[in-house]
């Protein structure tokens, strides 16, 4: 399973919000609900994430094995 958690932890720390995701990068609400709800993402999607936090993959999302 994959989990977004890395990315709520990593805008946290940076400060950024949904609202700064929404309105300052033009980020996609119907995109930003997929993640809240653990929904597939493209890679273009990761990529922009990684672009507009200036991260690492890892810092958006994990990988967790299912039991």
Known sequence: M???APLWRTMERQGVT???LI???HFSKGTL???K???NISTA???DLCRM???RVEDVLE?????
């Open 63 to 67: 990988y967790i094995a299912d039991e």
């Open 2 to 4: 994959i989990s977004y």
């Open 53 to 55: 936090l200036d991260c």
């Open 45 to 47: 999607t990761l990529n």
């Open 33 to 35: 609900h997929s993640l």
């Open 37 to 39: 709800h653990g929904k």
């Open 23 to 25: 309105h300052y990068f």
């Open 18 to 20: 949904t609202y700064t």
